[in-house]
C-alpha cells in the first residue's frame, strides 16, 4: 500500500517512513510545500493530511486533486508519531491490504 503524507514535522520524516514500512506502507513525505504538490503526490492508496502544518490554501488544492483522483483523505490535527499509528491502524483494519491487517 502507498501512502503520501501532506505536512508534519521535518524533523520527524524519517520517522514518518519508518512507521509506514511498520505497517507495510511505502510513503512519500512532503513536510513543506515545495512547488506544486499537484505533479508530486501521484495516486497513492491514502492521503494523510496534517491540518497544523499546512496552510489552508494547501489543504485545499491537495483536497480537491485526491477528489479528482478518488484517493482516500484522513484529516490528523496533530503531527505526532501517535495520530499517524493510529490512522494507519485504523485504514488496515478497512482495507485489507496492509501488513498489520493480516
Do not use: W
Not at 484517493?71 to 505526532?80: D, G, N
Not at 491490504?97 to 493480516?102: F, H, L, T
Amino acid at each position: 500500500m502507498s501512502v503520501v503524507i501532506i505536512g508534519g514535522n521535518e524533523r520527524m520524516v524519517a520517522q514518518y517512513e519508518t512507521i509506514c514500512r511498520a505497517h507495510g506502507c511505502k510513503a512519500k513525505v512532503f513536510a513543506k510545500e515545495n512547488g506544486s504538490l499537484k505533479k508530486k503526490i501521484g495516486c497513492p492508496d491514502l492521503l494523510i493530511l496534517f491540518i497544523s502544518t499546512v496552510s489552508h490554501k494547501m489543504v485545499i488544492s491537495v483536497t480537491q486533486e485526491a477528489k479528482k483522483n478518488r484517493i482516500p483523505i484522513a484529516h490528523v490535527h496533530t503531527s505526532s508519531a501517535t495520530a499517524l499509528k493510529t490512522v494507519l491502524s485504523e485504514h488496515c483494519a478497512r482495507c485489507g491490504k496492509c501488513a498489520m491487517a493480516q
